[in-house]
């Protein structure tokens, strides 16, 4: 059973395995070239010195590997290494560098964050229900590969094994072109006028969250996967000159549009299960308190599963639009039996 950890960083990542590890009573220690970040994490997680460790966790750009890697290494000769960054070519390429690091050093990406950094974001459950990839090489020791493992699953996480061309292909379409797109659209925003920028709405909201993302931490990512997003960048590159080509023809507009909604299909609905169609129930509620509580009793009532939920509010508006993600066989109950008890239940869309 896994007991001291030390981890080297203390960043988001860092300082949510850490949480998430001192919960099962591993003893840990928070190390990072920043004093401050290192004692904000240390004091969140109750990081004490850890002497001979199982596990030693690289928390920290893949750019900054190499200056620690190798006094890490001296000064726990026996322990297993991973790291959890982002790109996993350039890290198998540096663990060559090291004669009999390979048979410890297991390179390892959890696919979950936040686009606010630091230890003082950090979550015991950020990896709760998400994938955690790992590319072991072949001479790696069985015994580490366990340890790893034993780590991502504790953390809530599922292990996926991918080699790292496999990986570094796949993120960058699923994780590091959204972020470009993100970035690049809000930077549209700049100089947009105020009164204008209070018309935004959701759609605005959820295309620009992850642009809030720290620059430091992806001028790396991007850097480091160039080789992979080129082609990526290009393709959507050619779109944006269809799209601008075709402002004058709808039928193509039309075209582009319905093939992002096939793209936007191909992703898995609620942990990695197949992508569902949800259908959407609108109810006006009026403003006062226990109006949300009492519809969940409904829905618990009718023994329907809510799959999401979005309320559109105002201060001062004395109504409030909730809008429920469900099945369609749930929708159409839960729409029969709200109606004939006297709620404001709008069609169902979807």
């Known amino acids: 059973m896994l007991s001291k950890v030390r981890i080297v960083g203390s960043g988001l990542i860092g300082t949510s395995i850490a949480l998430g590890l001192v919960q099962r009573g591993v003893s840990i220690q928070m190390i990072d070239a920043s004093t401050s970040a290192q004692s904000l994490a240390t004091d969140l997680v109750g990081g004490v010195e850890v002497v001979d460790p199982e596990l030693v966790i690289f928390a920290l750009p893949t750019s900054r590997l190499p200056m620690v890697i190798a006094s890490e290494f001296e000064l726990n000769p026996h322990s297993t290494f991973m790291d959890v960054g982002s790109v996993k070519g350039e890290v198998a390429l540096q663990i060559e560098t090291f004669p009999g690091l390979k048979t410890r050093f297991v390179p390892t990406h959890p696919m979950a964050g936040r686009e606010i950094g630091g230890a003082g974001s950090a979550r015991a459950d950020l990896f709760q229900g998400r994938s955690w990839i790992l590319t072991p090489n072949p001479e790696l020791l069985q015994s580490s590969k366990n340890l790893v493992v034993e780590v991502i699953t504790t953390l809530g996480a599922t292990p996926i094994e991918l080699s790292p061309s496999d990986h570094d292909r796949a993120v960058a379409k699923i994780s590091h072109l959204p972020q470009i797109a993100s970035s690049l659209l809000a930077k549209q925003l700049i100089n947009t006028p105020a009164e204008w920028m209070e018309l935004a709405g959701q759609g605005l909201r959820d295309t620009t969250r992850i642009a809030g993302s720290d620059e430091s931490l992806?001028?790396?990512?991007?850097?480091?996967?160039?080789?992979?997003?080129?082609?990526?960048?290009?393709?959507?590159?050619?779109?944006?000159?269809?799209?601008?080509?075709?402002?004058?023809?709808?039928?193509?507009?039309?075209?582009?549009?319905?093939?992002?909604?096939?793209?936007?299909?191909?992703?898995?609905?609620?942990?990695?299960?197949?992508?569902?169609?949800?259908s959407y129930l609108p109810i006006v509620i009026d403003d006062k308190p226990g109006q949300l509580g009492s519809i969940f009793n409904e829905c618990a009532a009718m023994n329907v599963n809510?799959?999401?939920?979005?309320?559109?509010?105002?201060?001062?508006?004395?109504?409030?639009?909730?809008?429920?993600?469900?099945?369609?066989?749930?929708?159409?109950?839960?729409?029969?039996?709200?109606?004939?008890i006297g709620w404001n239940v709008h069609p169902i869309r979807k």
């Open 218 to 278: 992806w001028k790396e990512i991007i850097h480091s996967n160039r080789v992979e997003l080129r082609p990526l960048l290009i393709n959507l590159q050619n779109d944006l000159e269809a799209m601008i080509n075709a402002l004058d023809d709808p039928a193509t507009i039309a075209e582009l549009i319905a093939s992002g909604r096939q793209g936007k299909a191909a992703i898995p609905g609620k942990h990695g299960g197949v992508a569902r169609e949800y």
């Open 306 to 340: 809510v799959e999401d939920l979005i309320i559109e509010h105002s201060p001062g508006q004395l109504s409030a639009l909730i809008t429920l993600a469900l099945s369609q066989t749930d929708a159409e109950k839960l729409f029969t039996h709200l109606t004939s």
